[in-house]
């Protein structure tokens, strides 16, 4: 089992940033092929945000976001980053981290093995 519990969403003002944070907890490292942000928005679908391999950093991002964000990971503290400049208003979702154990196309939300419960993101304009 792996836990994953999100930080740092919160108000943000159009033109700033944000960086969320997901602690991973459980069976991770060793185990953990990669770790991916998604938002949803109110009655829109769960959309890839940006994600990282575990071992080497490859990191992969939305042509939405890849301007303007940044994914990193502490692999001594097992946590994943993301910073996110710029914000707009479009960017308010609810923002989830999820971590996947096995090799996987890391921008596909179906393949991930473990969510976190998702912290809120606002953006006003």
């Known amino acids: 089992q792996v836990q994953l519990v999100e930080s740092g969403g919160g108000l943000v003002q159009a033109g700033g940033s944000l960086r969320l944070s997901c602690v991973a907890s459980g069976r991770t490292s060793s185990s953990t092929y990669g770790m991916g942000w998604f938002r949803q928005a109110p009655g829109k679908e769960r959309e890839f945000v940006a994600a990282?391999?575990?071992?080497?950093?490859?990191?992969f991002y939305a042509d939405s976001v890849k301007d303007r964000s940044s994914i990193s990971r502490d692999n001594a503290k097992n946590t994943v980053y993301l910073q996110m400049n710029r914000v707009k208003p479009e960017d308010t979702a609810v923002y989830y981290c999820?971590?996947?154990?096995?090799?996987?196309?890391?921008?596909?939300?179906?393949?991930?093995?473990?969510w976190g419960q998702g912290t809120q993101v606002t953006v006003s304009s």
């Open positions: 990282i391999r575990w071992s080497g950093g490859s990191a």
């Open positions: 999820a971590a996947a154990l096995s090799p996987i196309k890391l921008d596909n939300r179906n393949w991930y093995n473990y």
